[in-house]
T-cell receptor, first 110, second 113 residues
Framework: EDKVVQSPLSLVVHEGDTVTLNCSYE??????LLWYKQEKKAPTFLFML????IEKKSGRLSSILDKKELFSILNITATQTGDSAVYLC??????????FGKGITLSVRP | DAGVTQSPTHLIKTRGQQVTLRCSPK?????VSWYQQALGQGPQFIFQ???????QRGNFPDRFSGHQYPNYSSELNVNALLLGDSALYLC????????????FGPGTRLLVL
């Protein structure tokens, strides 16, 4: 059975800090790993990663995948209060079915 | 460009009742997946529809069923509701061919009393 484990489950930081969110996985027929941000309801897409070692960046957010060690990290630099959310990691296996982790709750204090 | 839409936004039912949730995919998408998200948990895959057929299914009982229409919109039906069915139900759409990125709707919050 496909499995995704995220860590830590929650963290509290101050504005301006840098955070690293972790995601490890076990999946058959790996196709891609995706990161989403969930603030209230709809998870919003951040990144999709398919190849090891290629960093994806969007503003202060970046992510990288290691297919040998089966993990990914999501970095957020110069955090802002608007970054407070649940960050979900998911892996796409056979037929693009997504398996999610439990999510990481990030709280950024002013 | 309209994103994924879902209706209703909130719903309250009692045990034993039946419920139907609706989803319209993002323009140009042909595949719809449904997820159940309990409080404090990540979304759990229920099933996926493509070309009006259930393409694959997660570990959910037969009380959970669905349908996809020719215009790609989809319904999720849950029969004989249990208290444990209370959750946020998310619909996601994607393209069958190419990348796996799924775009989510705002969800339907179901409360079973």
């Amino acid at each position: 059975e496909d499995k995704v484990v995220q860590s830590p489950l929650s963290l509290v930081v101050h504005e301006g800090d840098t955070v690293t969110l972790n995601c490890s996985y076990e999946v058959t027929n790996f196709r891609s790993l995706l990161w989403y941000k969930q603030e209230k309801k709809a998870p919003t897409f951040l990144f999709m990663l398919t190849s090891s070692g290629i960093e994806k960046k969007s503003g202060r957010l970046s992510s990288i995948l290691d297919k040998k060690e089966l993990f990914s990290i999501l970095n957020i630099t110069a955090t802002q209060t608007g970054d407070s959310a649940v960050y979900l990691c998911a892996v796409a296996g056979a037929n693009s079915k997504l398996t999610f982790g439990k999510g990481i709750t990030l709280s950024v204090r002013p | 460009d309209a994103g994924v839409t879902q209706s209703p936004t909130h719903l309250i039912k009692t045990r034993g009742q039946q419920v139907t949730l609706r989803c319209s995919p993002k323009s140009g998408h042909d595949t719809v997946s449904w997820y159940q998200q309990a409080l404090g948990q990540g979304p759990q895959f229920i099933f996926q529809y493509y070309e009006e057929e259930e393409r694959q299914r997660g570990n959910f009982p037969d009380r959970f069923s669905g349908h996809q229409y020719p215009n790609y919109s989809s319904e999720l039906n849950v029969n004989a509701l249990l208290l444990g069915d209370s959750a946020l139900y998310l619909c996601a759409s994607s393209l069958a061919r190419g990348q796996e990125t799924q775009y989510f709707g705002p969800g339907t919050r179901l409360l079973v009393l």
